[in-house]
């Protein structure tokens, strides 16, 4: 049995994220043969092409994407769309020489934000997905309100159904990459 390696990005810098907080229970819910490595965006800066290198934050970022077989991507929702911190981290890693960190990888997509749950946004990110050549999982679906009481104080997931849909996703997830990788 092949594992799968997962990149964990989440869009959101805010400590008590809940976005975080959806990610945290993916890591601690994953099914065998998956394990799941959770980026640190918090340094990474805004993409620009005059830098005559990558800052590290970009270089250890784009290392951990090449060894990932398959990203989960955790969506906020700005202003009906993808926060800066996740479309920043997929710009750097596009710049790459033929796409060749992105291409045909799989991504799993969840979100947690306000009365819809992230959907504008991730429907938003899936739009960028095609430009970017990734094979986005198409269900199960993860729309988290994340101010209905499905949250702790902390942004740590507590609401049993979307724990059980999280898990669903990954095993998903899973298959899926397990599928492409034939």
């Known amino acids: 049995m092949s594992t799968i390696k997962v990149l964990g990005i989440c869009g959101s810098l805010r400590r008590a994220s809940a976005n975080m907080g959806l990610l945290r229970h993916a890591a601690s819910c994953l099914p065998a043969g998956m394990e799941l490595q959770i980026a640190d965006l918090s340094e990474v800066p805004f993409y620009n092409a005059d830098l005559a290198s990558k800052p590290a934050p970009v270089a250890r970022l784009l290392e951990q994407i090449g060894e990932a077989d398959a990203l989960l991507l955790a969506c906020p929702e700005y202003n009906y769309s993808m926060a800066p911190a996740l479309k920043n981290a997929l710009d750097w890693a596009s710049r790459e020489p ?25 429907y938003h990110l899936r739009q960028t997905c095609v430009f970017l050549d990734l094979l986005p999982l198409n269900k199960p679906e993860v729309f988290a309100n994340a101010f209905a009481g499905g949250f702790d104080g902390d942004g740590n997931l507590t609401d049993e159904r979307l724990q059980g849909l999280v898990a669903q996703q990954l095993e998903a997830l899973r298959a899926w990459a397990l599928r492409l990788k034939v």
Do not use: D, H, W
Request: hydrophobic content about 40%; glycine content about 24%.
């Open 98 to 122: 033929e796409n060749k960190l992105l291409a045909g990888k799989p991504v799993a997509i969840m979100g947690a934000g306000g009365g819809m749950g992230t959907s504008r946004a991730q």
